[in-house]
C-alpha cells in the first residue's frame, strides 16, 4: 500500500522554473527507486527522470542539464527541479514509486504548463 500525491504544477513563462514534489505514504519503507513521467496532450506517457535508494539518478535527454531530481527519505518525498522551462515540456507529470516484488505505484499527476 503506497499512495503517491504530487504538487507543484502550475503556468509559467517560458525559461522560467518551477518546483514539483510527490509525497509517499503507506508502505513507505519498502521504496527502491522514485521517479518522473510526463504526457503531453496527444502523446504518449514519456521518461522524465528517476532516483534510486543510493541516490543515483537518470535523466531523460531532453531534459539533462534543465532538471534535477532529488528524493528526502526522512519526509518520503521526491522533487523535480525545473529550469530553462520550455513549451515543450507542457504536460502532466506523474510521480512514481517502485517497490521490489509488488511493483509499480502512481500519483495522480499535477498539470505544468509553460507559454511561450
Known amino acids: 500500500q503506497v499512495q503517491l500525491v504530487e504538487s507543484g504544477g502550475g503556468l509559467v513563462q517560458a525559461g522560467g522554473s518551477l518546483t514539483l514534489s510527490c509525497v509517499a505514504a503507506g508502505s513507505t519503507s519498502s521504496i527502491n527507486a522514485m521517479g518522473w513521467y510526463r504526457q503531453a496532450p496527444g502523446k504518449q506517457r514519456e521518461f522524465v527522470a528517476r532516483?534510486?535508494?543510493?541516490?543515483?539518478?537518470r535523466y531523460a535527454d531532453s531534459v539533462k542539464g534543465r532538471f534535477t531530481i532529488s528524493r528526502d527519505n526522512r519526509k518520503n518525498t521526491v522533487y523535480l527541479q525545473m529550469n530553462s522551462l520550455k513549451p515543450e515540456d507542457t504536460a502532466v507529470y506523474y510521480c512514481t514509486a517502485t517497490i521490489p516484488i509488488s511493483g509499480d505505484y502512481w500519483g495522480q499527476g499535477t498539470q505544468v504548463t509553460v507559454s511561450s
Open positions: 532516483i534510486s535508494s543510493a541516490d543515483r539518478t
